[in-house]
């Protein structure tokens, strides 16, 4: 196995410069998650208006693949409707978990890059865990 | 500021490790098309032949279940368990057979104590001494028990190189500690703690101890006489032998005047619905049918080590702890996490731009096994500022080839997320 097949040139200009990172002042939604196996933590933040995510952010203490994930992921869901948002965190992250099939995505989607987890068992959860956070953040009541 | 230099001559490897080391079956196979390198005898050890051998021949040979039937397989199964425990008592200098308990682990071992001898003396108020740099569990069964019966769990601080505070753990021991439980050698940063002083401390105090040896008793001699310990724990897949399988000590007095941990069979004398009395130790804390080839594998485990000789490993282990720190040091953006005046079994570091399971997912694919994360002490790791550290946890088997090669995929990770 080659770590580069890991560590593509997309993911890791995320994991070095994330896009939104930081706390959301203004947050109608945010969950915090743990990865228990490895102490990796993400917090997604989500300003909701209208059923729709107008901002998304994250921090996180985790790996180069878990911050490149939350990275697209606060990129990803800025500007689409709760649904939509909910719909694609969930069917990315069982895509993620199926070694067997590549991911559908459209071939400019950045989150292609995250491809290479599949064969690297132990590292799926990291690349899935700030997807689950959202869908947490999503569940949790408004303030 | 420069690197310090890594000139260093690798250890010389004694002619009777150097065997050693062909007596690991594992150790010859290939990890994504490499050698094996493995570094991660801090999680668990690899297995010698003569181990791997005794559970063939026990399953094979003398399955049976023990103390409970005339039949010859039984007979033999008994003597076979019994005799392990016997060369347990030898090995860590006890008095007597019904000084060792078989459990299944360390995690195990400290959860008995918890149970049978603190809870039923301890009051609200009442308190555990532990340090700040136990594993899980050393900390988590004290937790239950005090939320269980109010008392109240202390922590001796660290300073920021990861060594205890003596004093302070000498100052928090009262007549209020119920138990003082502490880890020999940290199993996340490899400190060995000043455990003769701090049972002394315990003892002037008339505080019992529970000694955490699970990283210790594979790195150097341990006497619990010499010690003075009044418990102490550790586990068998960490000492060569299977898993499921460890080892409680403690002072028979200490025994006679405790409650069982688990009711079942072979820990009581009789039974009827009036009544139960129960076994002497250590059959009244083992119930139920134990881990028979695991405590068999252990006995052949310890065996084998004897026969290489435990002064030869500490000695030759600190040289290779030396020479391992010393080429980490060298590395750019390396930086070792806990520096003790003393150290066995492991190093941890941090990368700087690397976090530790991306250095463990690329050293994996050098066939480099390493262990990365909190190391199950999560309040250490807070402690030394940390979330997570890449530890290389070695064992006698392990040579300065090893080293080398975790040296050279280390800087493959810098070139990586340089």
């Known amino acids: 196995m080659d770590p580069k097949d890991l560590y593509k040139q997309t993911l890791l200009k ?75 965190a969930q069917k990315i992250t069982t895509q993620l978990q199926d070694k067997d099939k590549p991911l559908v995505l459209s071939a400019d989607d950045e989150l292609q890059s995250l491809e290479g987890v599949k064969q690297f068992k132990s590292r799926i959860r990291c690349a899935t865990l700030p997807w689950e956070a959202m869908l947490a953040s999503l569940a949790s009541s408004s303030e | 500021m420069a690197k310090p230099s890594n000139t260093i001559q690798p250890p010389a490897i004694p002619d009777i490790l150097q065997k050693a080391r062909e007596d690991f079956p594992i150790l010859k196979r290939t990890v994504n098309g490499k050698p094996l390198v493995y570094l991660d005898n801090g999680a668990s050890t690899q297995k010698p032949q003569a181990v791997i051998d005794v559970l063939n021949r026990y399953y094979s040979n003398e399955n049976s279940n023990i103390h409970r039937g005339v039949h010859l397989l039984s007979v033999e199964a008994t003597s076979a368990y019994e005799e392990a425990r016997h060369t347990i008592t030898d090995f860590i200098g006890a008095n007597d057979d019904s000084e060792i308990i078989f459990t299944r682990g360390t995690t195990e071992s400290v959860n008995l104590v918890a149970h049978s001898f603190v809870e039923p003396q301890i009051q609200a108020g009442d308190e555990i001494l532990i340090t700040h740099m136990e594993h899980h569990a050393n900390i988590v069964p ?248 890449t530890r290389a946890s070695f064992s006698f088997y392990n040579n300065h080839t090893d080293v080398d090669t975790l040296v050279s995929a280390l800087k493959k990770v810098s070139i990586l997320f340089e």
């Open chain 2, 142 to 389: 004290w937790q239950l028990l005090c939320e269980r019966t109010g008392a109240i769990l202390k922590v001796a601080p660290i300073d920021e190189n990861g060594a205890l505070d003596l004093e302070a753990f000498k100052n928090l021991l009262s007549e209020k500690t119920k138990l003082a439980s502490f880890v020999h050698v940290s199993n996340a940063i490899g400190v060995i703690n000043p455990v003769a002083e701090m049972i002394a401390a315990a003892k002037e105090k008339g505080v019992p101890t529970l000694l955490d040896a699970a990283q210790s008793i594979q790195h150097m001699p341990l006497n619990v006489k010499e010690l003075d310990c009044d418990f102490l724990a550790f586990s068998g897949h960490k000492i060569f032998a299977p898993t499921g399988i460890g080892v409680l000590y403690g002072k028979r007095a200490l025994l006679d005047e405790m409650r069982p941990y688990q009711g079942g069979g072979d820990m009581i004398s009789t039974v009827s619905f009036e009544g139960t009395t129960f076994k002497e130790p250590p059959s009244r804390f083992e119930a139920g049918t134990p881990h028979i080839a695991g405590a068999i594998g252990l006995k052949a485990a310890i065996d084998y080590l004897q026969s290489i000789g435990l002064e030869t490993i500490a000695r030759y282990e600190e040289e290779l702890l030396k020479y391992a720190t010393v080429q980490l040091r060298a590395i750019d953006g390396l930086r070792i996490i806990g520096n003790p005046a003393k150290r066995a079994g492991a190093i941890s570091f941090v990368m700087e731009n690397a976090h530790s399971h991306d250095v463990g997912t690329i050293l994996d694919t050098e066939g480099v096994a390493i262990r990365s994360g909190h190391h199950c002490c999560e309040p250490l790791m807070k402690r030394l500022g940390v979330s997570a550290t």
């Open chain 1, 14 to 88: 995320h994991s070095k410069s994330p896009h939104n990172e930081g706390e959301l002042i203004d947050s109608t939604h945010q969950a915090k998650l743990t990865n228990s196996l490895c102490g990796d933590e993400v917090t997604v933040y989500l300003k909701i208006e209208s059923n729709s995510i107008q901002r998304a952010t994250f921090t996180a203490q985790c790996c180069s693949i878990c911050t490149a994930s939350a990275s697209m992921l606060t990129q990803k869901v800025q500007g689409l409707p709760t649904e939509e948002a909910h719909y694609f």
